[in-house]
Nanobody, 115 residues
Framework: VQVVESGGGLVQAGGSLRLSCAAS????????MGWYRQAPGKQRELVAI???????NYADSVKGRFTISRDNAKNTVYLQMNSLKPEDTAVYYC??????????WGQGTQVTVSS
C-alpha cells in the first residue's frame, strides 16, 4: 500500500491551497483517512480526519478554514485550506487507516505560508 501526497507549496497569508492524498495498492476496506502536520520543533498534530461513515473531525485551529473531503472511487482524500496563516506552515502528512492497520503514512508535503 502506498500513500502519496501532493499540492503543497508556498502561498501568502490569506491564500488557499488544496492538498491531495492518493492511496494505492491492495486495499479492501478504508476506515479513515486524515491529515497531520508537523512544524519545526513541534510535535505532529492531527489536522483533520474523515471516516468511512463520512464523519469528520478538525483541529480547533483550522475549523472554519480547512475542509476535508474524499473521492471513494479514487481512494483519494483532499484538504482544502483557505485563509492560510503563517502558523499553518508545516509538513503535512496523509495517513490511511485500512484493513485493520492505521499506520500507512505518506512522505509529507511542505506547506509554507508567508506573512
Amino acid at each position: 500500500v502506498q500513500v502519496v501526497e501532493s499540492g503543497g507549496g508556498l502561498v501568502q497569508a490569506g491564500g488557499s491551497l488544496r492538498l491531495s492524498c492518493a492511496a494505492s495498492g491492495t486495499i479492501f476496506s478504508i476506515n479513515a483517512m486524515g491529515w497531520y502536520r508537523q512544524a519545526p520543533g513541534k510535535q505532529r498534530e492531527l489536522v483533520a480526519i474523515i471516516r468511512s461513515s463520512g464523519s469528520t473531525n478538525y483541529a480547533d485551529s483550522v475549523k472554519g478554514r480547512f475542509t476535508i473531503s474524499r473521492d471513494n472511487a479514487k481512494n483519494t482524500v483532499y484538504l482544502q485550506m483557505n485563509s492560510l496563516k503563517p502558523e499553518d506552515t508545516a509538513v503535512y502528512y496523509c495517513v490511511l487507516a485500512a484493513d485493520g492497520r492505521s499506520d500507512y503514512w505518506g512522505q509529507g508535503t511542505q506547506v509554507t505560508v508567508s506573512s
